[in-house]
């Protein structure tokens, strides 16, 4: 059974930082593009960040550039989150697409995890 499990979320102040984990398991996510998504109140899942399957490349919403950094090992994909603000509350949400590249949206996804809170306090 296909799995993506997110850890890593919790509170933090604003200007702090975060590290999330995604572990996939089920079958060879190393071959597959994975990606970051969040999802804020009241407000649509939206695009973070995407990572090729060799972790060569990568793409990031303009909100988070400079900020954020996706990267991977093997199959375990993180997100490494700095100068967090209040903006960044969301639940963020691990995903794997077997058919693009890089992940940028979430038309071709083929699995979810269930995600993770993160929640920046002012």
């Known amino acids: 059974q296909v799995q993506l499990v997110e850890s890593g979320g919790g509170l933090v102040q604003a200007g702090g930082s975060l590290r999330l984990s995604c572990v996939a398991s089920?079958?060879?996510?190393?071959?597959?593009?994975m990606g970051w998504f969040r999802q804020a109140p009241g407000k649509e899942r939206e695009f973070v960040a995407g990572?090729?399957?060799?972790?060569?490349s990568t793409d990031y919403a303009d909100s988070v550039k400079g900020r954020f950094t996706i990267s991977r090992d093997k199959n375990t994909v993180y997100l490494q989150m700095n100068s967090l603000k209040p903006e960044d509350t969301a639940v963020y949400y691990c995903?794997?697409?077997?058919?693009?590249?890089?992940?940028?949206?979430?038309?071709?996804?083929?699995?979810w995890g269930k995600g993770t809170l993160v929640t920046v306090s002012s």
């Open positions: 995903a794997e697409d077997s058919h693009v590249m890089v992940v940028r949206t979430s038309s071709g996804v083929d699995y």
């Open positions: 089920g079958r060879t996510f190393s071959r597959y593009a």
């Open positions: 990572i090729n399957w060799s972790g060569g």
